[in-house]
């Protein structure tokens, strides 16, 4: 047996070196740029260089202008959407959930009950039956709608750059933008059939092609979608072959996908080790119980016990947010 003193001085280290990784993961979250946030930095601030001398300055010119105003226009809009609140109301459209805010919180209320009595027929305690009430009403619904807008997104941006070269092709073939932008409305699947039929009804009733893509972008909320609605602005203030530059942005959302599977293969196999080492406690308890049920009964019927669940919750919540932070990877 360990003796005391020695015991607590392990528990004092476990515990300082739990509290530095804490304060390190908040402090490096944020005042410390990603690599994907150097690289984009850095790439934004070289200059292209002409690709053979017998291009124009001036062409030069009008390029790195056109960098400029799309790069201060991505940046405004990270900004804006830094700043951006999203309400209910806008989260149930960019679910596709046709339903209301009234409807989403009486559902929201019948998923608590749910839980609630769930929680009393498994002979719970009070406090975990309100626990679980509160888990109903704010969390699952929550957790589904995002589920259900990021299952949306995926089917949006899967066939975006299929849509994008659409218009490529028919403004090449001398269709005007509106009358391309028609066949994407007319031939894609869901949800970028109903979303471009709403931008070809919003434009009879007057609103340009650029507010109705920002318009569609808040419906969606995707950076690629943005960068359309960026590049078409620019394109109609400044001028230029649209069809090229809607190419090129093609190329770079079909690239900017295949860097995102690329990532999660790769971040597939700490994803697995987090996910097995976050379940081993709760294994182990089951297996625990299984071969002696008196076992663990001290942890449930005694206020230590609690205090013991409680702590050890807490640190294997710590550790799964470390963990996540640390195959978090965006581009």
């Not at 995002?146 to 299952?151: E, F, Q």
């Not at 066949?183 to 340009?208: N, V, Y």
Request: hydrophobic letters at 45%; proline letters at 3%.
């Amino acid at each position: 047996m360990l003796s005391p003193e020695l015991i607590k001085i392990a528990t004092t280290i476990i515990i300082s070196l739990a509290v530095l990784a804490i304060i390190y993961t908040i402090l490096n979250e944020l005042f410390f740029k990603s690599k994907a946030d150097v690289r984009q930095k850095n790439i934004s601030n070289n200059r292209v260089v002409a690709p053979n001398g017998n291009q124009s300055v001036n062409a030069v010119k009008q390029g790195d202008q056109k960098r400029k105003e799309i790069q201060n226009k991505l940046k405004q809009a990270e900004k804006d959407k830094a700043n951006k609140k999203i309400t209910l109301p806008q989260r149930l459209l960019q679910a596709g959930v046709g339903i209301s805010t009234t409807t989403f919180y009486a559902l929201s209320l019948v998923s608590g009950v749910m839980f609630f009595l769930g929680a009393l027929i498994f002979n719970a305690s009070l406090i975990v039956a309100l626990g679980a009430l509160f888990i109903g009403v704010l969390g699952f619904p929550r957790l589904v709608l995002n589920k259900m807008k990021s299952g949306r997104q995926k089917k949006f941006l899967s066939e975006f750059p299929n849509a994008i070269d659409v218009v490529v092709r028919g403004v090449r073939s001398g269709l005007p933008l509106n009358d391309a932008i028609r066949m994407i409305a007319e031939e894609s699947s869901e949800p970028l059939r109903s979303e471009f039929g709403i931008l070809i009804d919003e434009q009879k009733m007057g609103i340009t092609i650029q507010e109705g893509l920002f318009r569609m972008n808040d419906r969606i909320e995707l950076s690629e979608l943005n960068f359309l609605a960026i590049v078409i602005s620019i394109q109609q203030t400044m001028g230029g072959n649209l069809s090229e530059t809607l190419a090129g942005l093609s190329t770079i959302i079909r690239g900017r996908k295949k860097m995102r599977a690329k990532i999660d293969a790769m971040s597939t196999e700490a994803k697995s080790s987090a996910a097995i080492i976050g379940s081993l406690p709760i294994l182990i308890m089951g297996g625990i119980s299984a071969m002696n049920p008196n076992y663990m009964d001290p942890l449930f019927n005694t206020s230590t016990g609690h205090f013991m669940i409680g702590g050890s919750a807490f640190w294997m919540l710590c550790g799964v947010l470390v963990m996540r932070q640390m195959i978090n990877m965006k581009i």
